[in-house]
């Protein structure tokens, strides 16, 4: 068990490019989340899923972020469109069933210039 | 909406000090509150998990506390060492079906040798 892994780990793109992350939860760890953290702020809740199925979306999500987790392993959220205010740390989280406690990822930094 | 507020937002100390972090929150319908420690640019590192029937849990040099109905955590830590210079934030989550989790901004903590 090598612990919630994501790639990149740093990511710099330019306005209007489409960058795509991955995560990769615990073994057997049936909930995976995503997070965004932006300089001097907690994390904030964007989505997460319960195997293959995404339950819940924040309003933070918008219409250029999409999240898919199929076969209910491992995870990747894209952002379409980048805009400077997409710049931030994007963190991952991974639970296992009966277990609430939420295991993170070491993050990707996204840098829009 | 739940909000969750950290005081201080920055703490320094010199090494060996026990201190107390704090984290109150407006909603006390949680199913449990979580700590944990982030390094610069790093992910979280879970810390303590109190869930919402437990008063307190400790591990090691750390000791978290819970009242739910006054809205309050605080993180016990003693004999502080350098290595515990680190971001502190606190995290709950709400009763129910909801797995998301609300966090403070975090408590920069910073012990001098």
């Known amino acids: 068990d090598t612990g919630v892994s994501q790639n990149p780990r740093h990511k710099i793109t330019k306005r209007g490019q489409n960058v795509t992350f991955r995560c990769d939860p615990i073994s057997e760890h049936n909930r995976l989340y995503w997070y965004r953290q932006t300089l001097g702020q907690g994390p904030e809740f964007l989505t997460y899923?319960?195997?293959?199925?995404?339950?819940?979306k924040s309003r933070l999500l918008s219409d250029r972020f999409s999240a898919e987790r199929p076969k209910g392993s491992f995870s990747t959220l894209e952002i379409q469109r980048t805009e400077q205010g997409d710049s931030a740390m994007y963190l991952c989280a991974s639970s296992a069933p009966g277990d609430h406690e939420q295991y993170f990822g070491p993050g990707t930094r996204l840098t829009v210039t | 909406k739940q909000e969750v507020t950290q005081i201080p937002a920055a703490l320094s100390v010199p090494e060996g000090e026990n201190l107390v972090l704090n984290c109150s929150f407006t909603d006390s319908a949680i199913y449990n509150l979580q700590w944990f420690r982030q390094d610069p640019g790093k992910g979280l590192t879970s810390l303590l998990l109190?869930?919402?029937?437990?008063r307190e849990q400790t591990s090691g040099r750390l000791n978290a506390s819970l009242d739910k109905s006054s809205g309050r955590s605080t993180l016990y830590i003693a004999a502080s060492q350098p290595g515990d210079s680190a971001t502190y934030l606190c995290a709950v989550r709400r009763r129910g079906s909801n797995y998301k989790l609300t966090f403070g901004k975090g408590t920069l903590l910073t012990v001098n040798p």
């Open positions: 109190i869930q919402s029937s437990q």
């Open positions: 899923f319960q195997n293959e199925a995404q339950l819940e």
